[in-house]
């Protein structure tokens, strides 16, 4: 039997040591917010918390935790950076297909924990391991920036049709 402490509770789990963190939060704990990706922690999608630091949680043996703190996409909007990091989200409408936004938001999340205003280098860097299929990057870092900064700096393209061009 293993303890964990998931967004702040403690959890009693009878678990193999070995299995994926991912397993534990998802199908053992019922916390879906977490997604499945790839398997192999290149997508990005299954990051998680670790005491502060994003980890890809399916192939964290979840008998390696001990007692560090595990945040999921479930309660990171009760911290600071997650709720910037959530509502700029909203703000800049990053999502499109919605998949790998938990993962792309526990990153972001860390990032600005750790960096309060990122450059263009940093964000880049911090997210590099989290992909989008949708390739919503841009937006992923005008939200980041929002998040940090509280202003929106998106680049915006207006359409303008070609004169004499019906209308």
């Known amino acids: 039997m293993l303890s964990l402490s998931v967004n702040g509770q403690s959890h009693q789990v009878d678990v193999p040591p070995d299995m994926p963190l991912l397993w534990v939060l998802r199908d053992v704990i019922g916390l879906t917010g977490t997604k499945f990706g790839c398997g192999i922690a290149q997508c990005g999608a299954c990051t998680v918390h670790l005491d502060g630091q994003p980890v ?47 993962g792309q938001i526990m990153s972001a999340t860390a990032l600005l924990n750790r960096t309060a205003n990122p450059s263009d280098a940093d964000i880049d860097a911090a997210m590099s391991g989290n992909i989008c299929r949708c390739g919503t990057y841009v937006r992923i870092r005008a939200a980041i920036k929002q998040a940090a900064t509280g202003k929106l700096d998106i680049l915006q393209t207006i359409v303008t049709a070609p004169q004499g061009a019906a209308s």
Do not use: F, H, M
């Open 56 to 102: 890809r949680s399916c192939v964290l043996p979840v008998g390696s935790i001990g007692s560090k703190a595990i945040t999921t996409i479930e309660a990171v909007g009760n911290t600071p950076n997650g709720a910037k990091v959530q509502q700029a989200w909203l703000e800049v409408d990053v999502v499109q297909c919605g998949y790998c936004q938990s």
